[in-house]
């Protein structure tokens, strides 16, 4: 996308939030005839106490290494809370840069034994929300939890993963923030680059929210599913680092409705037959007689 290709994140940020900002939530009067969304750049400049010239070089790219003063009285008139703020000062040049990633991101041997163990959906996913390992729940809990799949393209482009969701429109927004977030100044991440401009050219809802420049951390909380066969679900979600990658559990209030109808999940799951008979092990080729 365009405000991706100019290498001027800072300046892409700070006119996407200036135009969601309406005079009224900055304190101005609205006046008459505004052709701009939001503030004004030099609505902006006055509020922070800069000049608007000044203001224009950081939103053109003209210069990147503004003060964190000027940064703190940016964020402060563009109403950015914690995370948004956090981001904001990442994007100066200022700011040492973090090693890029060289290595595939690889799921331990160990975080393997423990997903066997949990007896909870439970999943490992990468940085760019690819599903790298998961467990038998977390598949009777949704297919689109295998190995192999990208929940952010399940969430955008998938039918039956816009029905699983019981509010769909919040789930793609915090998604789509916190992977603006995951990806940081690391914008030539191929991995990055290749999931954007899939999701771009695919989901009009991605471009629509990916241009707002939301940012967001999903470390955990709440959600509510509809499952085909159980029903509705309400489960709490835990994201806990493990190495360079990312293991997600989800798991009901003890004795709760949600609990009951997960272990009638986990007894379905296990006890229906597959269509597919279990692979025999090939055969060991005889060596060859002279």
Do not use: C
């Not at 003209?62 to 003063?69: W, Y």
């Not at 969430?155 to 769909?168: G, I, K, N, S």
């Amino acid at each position: 996308m365009k405000d991706e290709k100019s290498d001027n994140q800072l300046g892409s940020y700070l006119r996407a939030r200036r135009e969601l900002i309406s005079p009224a939530q900055a304190g101005l009067p609205p006046g008459g005839n505004r052709r701009v969304p939001g503030l004004r750049r030099e609505e902006v400049a006055l509020l922070a106490g800069i000049s608007p010239d000044y203001y224009l070089r950081l939103e053109r790219g003209r210069d990147r290494n503004p003060s964190p003063q000027v940064l703190e009285s940016l964020a402060r008139v563009l109403n950015l809370d914690d995370v948004e703020r956090t981001y904001l000062l990442g994007l100066t040049a200022a700011r040492p840069r973090a090693p890029r990633r060289k290595r595939p991101e690889h799921v331990p041997a160990r975080v393997h034994q423990l997903l066997a163990h949990l007896q909870i959906p439970a999943f490992v996913e990468g940085r760019a929300f690819d599903v790298l390992a998961s467990n038998p729940m977390a598949v009777a809990l949704s297919p689109r939890l295998r190995p192999g799949h990208n929940r952010l393209l399940s969430l955008l482009l998938d039918p039956e993963e816009r029905a699983f969701q019981q509010d769909w429109a919040k789930a793609t927004a915090d998604f789509i923030a916190t992977l603006r977030t995951t990806i940081g100044d690391d914008t030539g991440n191929p991995r990055f680059v290749e999931l954007v401009g899939e999701l771009a050219l695919s989901s009009q809802r991605f471009r629509t929210l990916w241009a707002r420049h939301d940012v967001r951390n999903l470390d955990g909380g709440t959600t509510t599913v509809r499952h085909p066969v159980v029903g509705e679900l309400r489960l709490h979600r835990d994201k806990l680092p493990i190495d360079d990658v990312i293991l997600v559990v989800y798991y009901p209030d003890k004795d709760s409705d949600s609990d009951e109808k997960l272990h009638l999940l986990a007894a379905v799951s296990h006890t229906e037959p597959t269509d597919t008979p279990p692979t025999k092990p090939a055969d060991t080729p005889r060596p060859k007689t002279a």
